[in-house]
Nanobody, 122 residues
Framework: QVQLVESGGRLVQAGGSLRLSCAASGLTFTSYVMGWIRQAPGKEREFVAHITKSGSTTDYADSVKARFTISRDNAKNTVYLQMNRLKPEDTAVYYC???????????????WGQGTQVTVSS
C-alpha cells in the first residue's frame, strides 16, 4: 500500500525554523506531484505548497511565500518543507500528499500522510 510517513513537527518559537520531511513508499514517486496542506483546528484545509514531479517548479500560498521552501529528493523518495520565520498563524497539522497533476485543491490529492503537528508559540 501507499504510505507517506511524515516527521519533524514540533513546538517552535515565533521567528524560528523547522523542516518537515515526508518519506513515500508504495508508489512510483516521480509520477506524482507532491504537496503540503495544513489544517488548523476549526478551519478548512489550506494549500501550502506543491512541487512538480521532477522538482523543477514550485508553487506556494501567498501566506507562506518567501518563508517556506518545498523540495524533493527523488533518489530518496522524500519531500521536504523548510519553514523559516515562523508565525503563530502557521500553527496547524501539516499533511504531506500526492497528486497526479499540479493543484492547489485538497481534493486533487489522492494519497495523504498522517499529519504532523506544528505549533508556533508567540
Amino acid at each position: 500500500q501507499v504510505q507517506l510517513v511524515e516527521s519533524g513537527g514540533r513546538l517552535v518559537q515565533a521567528g524560528g525554523s523547522l523542516r518537515l520531511s515526508c518519506a513515500a513508499s508504495g508508489l512510483t514517486f516521480t509520477s506524482y506531484v507532491m504537496g503540503w496542506i495544513r489544517q488548523a483546528p476549526g478551519k478548512e484545509r489550506e494549500f501550502v505548497a506543491h512541487i512538480t514531479k521532477s522538482g523543477s517548479t514550485t508553487d506556494y500560498a501567498d501566506s507562506v511565500k518567501a518563508r517556506f521552501t518545498i523540495s524533493r529528493d527523488n533518489a530518496k523518495n522524500t519531500v521536504y518543507l523548510q519553514m523559516n520565520r515562523l508565525k503563530p498563524e502557521d500553527t496547524a497539522v501539516y499533511y504531506c500528499a500526492a497528486a497526479t497533476a499540479n493543484s492547489r485543491s485538497s481534493s486533487s490529492y489522492y494519497y495523504w500522510g498522517q499529519g504532523t503537528q506544528v505549533t508556533v508559540s508567540s
